[in-house]
């Protein structure tokens, strides 16, 4: 068994994820584009860079700040490699031998959102669309943004991997800088 590493808290500045800015815009919608993609970053001053999966190469991923009623589109665009950095259990339903490694689709957290946009967990995708899921409609996801003004998140939602693409980094923070 691995010694024990001990690691001082408190150390590192706490990570602001960056915050996106649409590549287009109207009065009431904003559209961005957002790569799913591997990298390293440091975790702690201490240890070595550490592999992840995430959204345009940081942990956690970038802020998308939207007010309420601004209609958001999004294409997730997956530029994850096609093998793995960890190992995956194939005996998990979704997991299977079969099914291709490095798909993704992103569910955001917590809000009213169009049944094609919702990031079913079978509704994913690889690289460049190659390969989609039984449940997979559109590579541009519109949210309505209906709710609330909230921070909420957004994260991997694949069926039979989501619990480790979390683990991966693949997450982000969707804010409306209005909420109260």
């Known amino acids: 068994m691995p010694e024990k590493i001990k690691l001082q808290k408190f150390l590192d500045k706490l990570p602001i994820p960056k915050t996106l800015s649409p590549i287009k815009r109207s009065n009431d919608w904003t559209y961005y584009e957002v790569t799913m993609k591997e990298f390293t970053q440091k975790l702690h001053r201490d240890l070595p860079p550490t592999r992840l999966w995430g959204y345009e190469g940081t942990y956690p991923g970038p802020t998308f700040d939207v007010v ?5 589109f999004v294409k997730w665009m997956n530029d994850l490699p096609k093998n793995h950095f960890l190992p995956i259990d194939t005996t998990i339903h979704g997991s299977e031998i079969t099914m291709p490694v490095g ?3 992103v569910h955001l957290h917590g ?3 169009p049944p094609n946009s919702d990031g079913y967990p079978e509704a994913w995708f690889t690289r460049n669309f190659e390969q989609t899921g039984p449940l997979f409609q559109r590579e541009v996801y519109r949210y309505p943004n209906i709710d609330r003004a909230v921070t909420i998140w957004y994260h991997d939602h694949t069926i039979g991997n989501h619990k480790i ?3 991966c980094g693949t997450r982000g923070i969707l804010s409306d800088p209005r909420q109260a």
């Open 68 to 72: 309420q009623n601004e209609t958001v």
């Open 103 to 105: 798909r993704t689709v």
């Open 111 to 113: 809000v009213t959102t």
């Open 165 to 167: 693409e979390r683990l």
